[in-house]
């Protein structure tokens, strides 16, 4: 098949499709779209069949060029929403040039959209180059003048790339912006301005946010075209599938409750802490406590995040201890329970955090300890919010008999299983 009649098929589709979309009828499976077979192939092989909202919304106006702009619950699957774009902007042009850019607010985020672009992409597509900070620039460099047609990058790393001419981005086609509105909060919006600075005005623009509040929908009123508007649910609300729960304990029995509910959890589960130092402390806790653990947060190198990642994503340590570093931009299958050990400093981060469990319609269970003054915290996120946090109460333990010097002593103690008293 010679490229004009691949072409005139590949608009003929898109005009199909066109007409779908305005007949009202709701795509219901990723074969509706006029993807190259190779990319079909892909995604059946990674058992995407079923697109969920955001995808079914996203992906059509995106496939046709258009600028867009687009908020919902964090896990729905947005990730995917703008990489198929991305891999069919590229299948239907040939170069060496950068002409795809992906900016996300950390380097985990930017870890995994390049896992999933090179999941995808197939043979005939060069390689994504990734560029974020704690790795070897050499490394990303060489990437880059390879022929990377995607650059998957944090915005400071980027921008340094960028002042020092080590990366030509006039001739990109389509910027997306991942966790928008994240990457502001972080301070990165003077390196966001720079660098959208350096690529074409002619270009499509991918704008995916959380929420859509000023600093945001400044940006993209600067800096797109007429976008199409995607709003789905509300971004500050979990899924529905996620199980809400809070224990109401004394301060100094939280850690055993904290023991209690990963003993009866099976599953990955991820526990948040508010600072670096509770992280510390409480990952080495659960060690000597016999739990396979591991932490991650901002002091942490690159190295030491991605292993503590990769062991938890593996299955090789089912706890993973964080701060909120890991509350946004952070996708691992299966988070069977998330329990918030402190509570965030934002109402908002509260939603995040909860969102690594439930994703992409999964269910899951969020669960939460507070003690003293974190009570009338936790009712405060719950008004403003609009949230119903069951209140539950750990089981109390079993009654451990004990012989000491030739007489009965008994102890009410948290019942731990496997743990032997002597």
Known sequence: MNLRIASSLRLARRALWKSKEEDTIRMTSFTELPLSAALQQKLAAARFITPTPVQAAAIPPALEGKDLVATAQTGTGKTLAFLLPIIDLLERSAGRNVEALVLVP????????????????GKKLSAAALVIGGLAEKKQLQAIRSGARLVV?????????????????????????????????MGFLPAIKRILGAVPQQRQTLCFSATLDQSVATLVNQYSRNPVRIA???????????ELQAFEVGGMQKPDALRQLL?????????????????????????????????IHGDRTQSQRTAALNSFEQGRIKVLVATDVAARGLHVPD?????????????????????????????????????????????????MLKLRIKRREIAAGDVIVQKTCNTLESRTLMA???EVFA
């Open 106 to 121: 950390t380097r985990e985020l930017a870890m995994q959209v390049h896992e999933q672009f090179e999941q995808l992409r």
């Open 153 to 185: 990058a944090t915005p400071g790393r980027l921008e340094d790339y960028l002042r020092r001419k080590l990366v030509d981005l006039r001739q990109v086609r389509m910027v997306v912006l991942d966790e928008a509105d994240r990457m502001l909060d």
């Open 232 to 242: 789905l649910g509300s971004p500050l609300k979990p899924a529905e599938s996620v």
């Open 263 to 295: 003993y009866n959890e099976k599953g990955r589960t991820l526990v948040f802490a508010r600072t670096k130092r509770g992280t510390e402390r409480l990952a080495k806790q659960l060690t000597r406590d016999g739990f396979a653990a591991a932490m």
């Open 335 to 383: 988070v069977m329970h998330v329990i918030n050990y402190d509570l965030p400093n934002l109402p908002e981060d509260f939603i995040h955090r909860i969102g690594r469990t439930g994703r992409a319609g999964a269910s899951g269970i969020a669960s939460t300890l507070v003690s003293g003054a974190e009570i009338f915290e936790l009712r405060s996120i719950e008004r």
């Open 416 to 418: 731990m299983p496997g």
